[in-house]
Structures are given as structure tokens and as C-alpha cells.
């Protein structure tokens, strides 16, 4: 009988053991699969064919975050994962596809790794002096739809970055030169004027033409600019008729303004009357002043004196990157 209590307490830790031992395997096994779910859960690589692309992306990205204004164009292998713009939640923006793995809450620009609607980024890059990106219908950006090498422009403006194709970034010159049949738009203002123009912003347009409206001086003119300026607004308008089949007056009902933002370079010589200017302005320097955002800029102009009709006319001229809306000369 002893010996019997004896075997069973020689067996019971070797019992034990056989009992421990297959658990602490599976407890090891399942720590394994978990780490390794984890570690693909939070890895920075959700499998993108084109994630070398990356680099090109944030080099961009970098230059155009630190420039006030400006344009950075770059080739873009669209396959795999795709680029897609999160905008400052203070804009309000609707985003058809939202933001998921690895996607901050600031601006940002990502490499998506599309599940359905959901961004599961590759990488984003935060951008700290724009808080908005847009397409060109001031949407989310999404380069999904684009072609599969695609050219990609990036063009800043104030705090707004817009992304675009290299098809819808493509600009056309359009020139303009006064004629008095068109005094009634541009007050007679405008000699001559050129412009380079992002082609869909003015898609299907026949006329093209300047719209001048002078204004009265503020009672408190914008800091910066002398109470004796010469204020005025200009409008680019289109229409996709030809004013041999329609009155000025049509015309300023019906043509829509070109979007100031679709005009990367501009170059105008406007006239001014002698008579309209301060003795101060006359002896100059003229300067022209325009809004650009919420910013007034200002530069001199090229100025010279000619006589039209007998009346002692200044033609001063000025080149813009861009474009502005209001202006104003002192």
C-alpha cells in the first residue's frame, strides 16, 4: 500500500508537466500570430506596387509647403496605392474617401492604400502652411481616374493647394488688344494685355475679354496703400459666342469670370489720364497695387507719356504672377 501512495506522488510532477508544457507552446504560438498581426497591423507598408514613388511626392510636397505661391509639376506612377488630399477639418471639406490607418488629423497628403473608402496610408505628409487641397471642382483630390503614368501638377495660392493633371494643367496664351468698340468694358483702360491661362479655365470659350469698374476710394484705404489711389477692379470674362452675334450688354449678362487662380502669368499696359493722377504720382514712381488673398502686394510699373486725341496719356506697364481682381494705383 505504500509503495502504491509512493508511485502516484513520483508521477504527479512528471502529470504536471505534460499538462504545462503543451500550454506554455500554444500561449508561445499565440503570442507569435498576435505580435505578428499587430506588427502588419501598424507596419508602414500596406503593400503598394508604387511606394518609391513616395520620394518624388514628398520632395515636392516640401518645396511647395514652404513657398508663398508657386508650381511644382512631377510624374507620378499611378498604380497600386494612390495619392489623396485630407484638408484641415476647419474647411469643412466632404471627403468621398476617409481617412484610416496611419492618416493624421492635420492637412495631409497620402499614399492610399484603398480598403473601399477607407485610406490605409503607406505614408502621408503633414503640411504645415496649407490647409486646404483640392482638384480642380475645389473637391477632395484624389488621383484615382488619373492615367497610370500621369504628370501631376501642384499649385499653391494663400493656404490653398489645388493638385491637378498635367492635361487639366495646361496653359494657353491669349492676348488682347484695346479696341474702342469695347470702351463700354474695359473704360478705355486696358492698351493691351496678355495672358497665360490654364486651357479648362476657359474651355469652350469664343470671347475673352477684360471688364474694368472703377471705384471710389475707400474712406480707410487697405494699410500700406495712400488715400489718393486710383481704384479699380478687373474681371476676365468669357462667353462661348462671338460678339459679332451678341450686344456688350449681353455679353456683361451672360459671360462668366476666368477664375483668377487658372492665370499663371499675366502682363498688362493700361492707360491712365495725366489729369487723374496727383502731382505726386505724375513724378512717380507709379506703383501698381493688387489683392492677391488677403494680402496687398505692390511694384513699381514702366511708365511713359504719349498723346491720344490731344490728351497727354500715361501707359505704364506690369507683370503679375497670377492674376488679382483688385488693384489699385499710387
Partial sequence: MFNKRGNVGAEAPRILALEIIPAVFILIIMVAIVGTLLVLYFSNDPECDNYLQWEIVEEALEKIDKASDGQVGIQFYNEGCYLTGFSDPITNQDNAIIRGKNVGPNTQLCLCNLDEIRCNAYNCKELKYI??????????????????????????????????????????????????????????????????VRGEGIEGAITVLPVVTLKDTPTLPPQGIPSQSYFFDIDIRKVSVSMEDITIQQFLLNAKTVDPSDIKESKLTINLLKTALTEKQIYGPLKINYLKGNKWNTKEMECYTVTQDTAEVYQCTFTLDGFAKEFAIS
Avoid: H, R
Fill in 131 to 196: 490647409n486646404l487641397i483640392q482638384d480642380k471642382n475645389e473637391e477632395q483630390f484624389t488621383s484615382i481616374g488619373l492615367q497610370e503614368y500621369a504628370g501631376v501638377e501642384f499649385i499653391k495660392q494663400g493656404k490653398t493647394l489645388t493638385l491637378l493633371s498635367a492635361e487639366q494643367a495646361k496653359y494657353i496664351d491669349f492676348t488682347y488688344t484695346n479696341n474702342p468698340k469695347y470702351n463700354l468694358l474695359d473704360q478705355g483702360m486696358i492698351k493691351d494685355m496678355s495672358l497665360k
